[in-house]
């Protein structure tokens, strides 16, 4: 692999890896300096590699770097030192205490503690989600300031805000005690789950499906599946609905990178590996009593996989979004719930019901209602696609609406 090539890849693999363990090792109250000494490993190797090539085993180079520099921080820090003098007399242990351990135990072990303390309930659900795509995901702050849409200074008020946070309730990097983590969990699967939908629904102009970021919400939620503590129903539910929405990730945009529609999808370019996971995890999802708003939603995510459009798949998504609402209401699963109401049982009850959502600042809402007119009222169907059309904040959904227009 190139260089140009293998850094971008390996510093969106490793920097999150390295600045978890550091962060753990060094505290979270030294969580930018975990930050400065990872970017300055990626500076090195750019330096190093671009002049003497790029080492037999670049990983290896990285984590060896990683750990010289923290230990050549440590061992500057006087007041860290006059700490450790105090308690420490063994030379070997104050060794021990500077040697970095980047095995992919620990690795493993480092982010899924650091997960927990990124979402600590004290912390703004959009910062969790800035923080844990900062320090869990390694993206930079222009990254994520396009991935959430905004910008660079409202990012960085995001992480400092959420970083002073966890100095001041003094949160400490590990996974709770059995007793704390089902209150802890909840906030977690929040956090996963919002991030995989800012990729899912991406309203970037530059992409229909963020795949990195669904990506990266994944990989998280395999951490929790790994440890037996967090290996809850709900957990399995969260990786199961994502493995159902990631496996029609081919067949959601056109060769144009314009987004394709459920009902104009081609099967054929689903994966099917995917989806064979999904119903794995839902499986193992039904073990125990209590049903999350995950099990529902991804049981929904279950049958858009079967792509036969009858009345009866139809009608088992509505009685789901029925239970889903009753269980948390949102306004976005009342709006998608009136889609499957029109397919199971006509498009005159489904406006009924869209109509009394009012959700009039939505495009989605408009492009439903225009959907639902067009063989009803196309004059009234015209109207809703151009309110869509205004409201519209990516230009994939805009072209899209915009051919809708032209085939009335």
């Known amino acids: 692999m190139q260089q140009s090539v293998l850094l971008p890849h390996l510093f969106r693999s490793e920097f999150s890896k390295i600045c978890a363990v550091l962060t753990r090792h060094l505290g979270i109250e030294q969580i930018e300096v975990a930050e400065d000494i990872t970017s300055e490993v990626f500076l090195n190797a750019l330096e190093t590699w671009s002049y003497k090539g790029t080492p037999e085993n670049p990983t290896a180079w990285l984590y060896a770097v990683a750990k010289n520099k923290a230990r050549n921080h440590l061992s500057r820090n006087k007041i860290f030192a006059s700490k450790i003098a105090n308690q420490i007399k063994a030379s070997t242990a104050n060794d021990q205490l500077l040697e970095v351990d980047l095995s992919e135990e620990n690795i493993s072990d480092s982010q899924l503690q650091m997960l927990f303390a990124i979402c600590h309930p004290s912390i703004a659900e959009d910062a ?146 995917l989806i064979t996971k999904g119903a794995f995890f839902l499986q193992q999802a039904s073990q125990g009593d209590h049903i999350s708003r995950y099990h529902l939603e991804a049981s929904i995510a279950y049958w858009h996989t079967i792509k036969l459009d009858t009345t009866e798949k139809w009608e088992n998504i509505l009685q789901l979004y029925n239970k889903l609402l009753m269980l948390e209401y949102s306004p976005i699963a009342a709006l998608n719930r009136t889609y499957a109401l029109s397919k199971a049982r006509g498009k005159a009850l489904a406006i009924q019901e869209a109509e009394k959502l009012q959700l009039v600042n939505n495009h989605y809402y408009h492009t439903l209602l225009g959907e639902l007119y067009s063989d009803v009222d196309r004059a009234k169907a015209k109207q809703h696609f151009q309110s869509a059309l205004a409201l519209a904040k990516s230009q994939a959904d805009r072209e899209m609406i915009a051919r809708k227009i032209s085939r009335l």
């Open 128 to 273: 969790q989600i800035s923080l844990a795509l900062r320090i869990l995901c390694g993206f930079g702050i222009d990254e994520i300031a396009n991935a959430l849409l905004t910008n660079k200074e409202v990012i960085n008020k995001r992480l400092y805000r959420a970083k002073e946070k966890l100095r001041e309730e003094n949160v400490i990097i590990g996974v709770p005690s059995p007793n704390e983590i089902s209150k802890r969990l909840e906030t977690v699967l929040t956090t996963l789950y919002l991030l995989f939908n800012e990729g899912y629904y991406s309203e970037s102009d530059e992409a229909v499906v963020r795949e990195d970021l669904c990506t990266e919400a994944i990989r998280l939620t395999y951490l929790l599946i790994e440890n037996k503590n967090t290996n809850q129903p709900a957990v399995n539910a969260l990786l199961s609905l994502m493995c159902f929405q990631a496996s029609r990730f081919p067949a959601r945009k056109n060769e144009y990178g314009e987004i394709v529609l459920y009902h104009d999808q081609n099967e054929s370019l689903w994966n099917q590996e």
